[in-house]
């Protein structure tokens, strides 16, 4: 059985920086792409940020670019996701997705505001 942990969410100013993992277990964690998406109230669920297998194929939404990067440890089963300079439009749940079986985690909350 699939599971995905999101954690590394809070409260932070815009400006402000954070690190936001996702673990999960129950397969082989290499053999997936992983993904990065957020929800915002009110608002469609929306893609981030993406990586392939190995990590070395990343994307990511206009919106992030050159704020966040994505990163993967297979020796971990984790994935991260690294945001810098957050905005107040940053504010949202955001969700760790495990392409091969289409499985989502919980979600963690992210709010950015002074």
């Known amino acids: 059985q699939v599971q995905v942990v999101e954690s590394g969410g809070g409260l932070v100013q815009p400006g402000g920086s954070l690190r936001l993992s996702c673990t999960a277990s129950?397969?082989?964690?290499?053999?997936?792409?992983m993904s990065w998406y957020r929800q915002a109230p009110g608002k469609e669920r929306e893609k981030v940020a993406g990586?392939?297998?190995?990590?070395?194929?990343?994307n990511y939404a206009d919106a992030v670019k050159g704020r966040f990067t994505i990163s993967r440890d297979n020796g971990k089963n984790t994935v991260y996701l690294q945001m810098n300079n957050l905005k107040p439009e940053d504010t949202a749940v955001y969700y760790c997705?495990?392409?091969?079986?289409?499985?989502w985690g919980q979600g963690t909350q992210v709010t950015v505001s002074s």
């Open positions: 129950g397969f082989t964690f290499s053999s997936s792409a």
């Open positions: 990586i392939s297998t190995i990590g070395g194929i990343t």
């Open positions: 997705f495990v392409l091969r079986f289409g499985s």
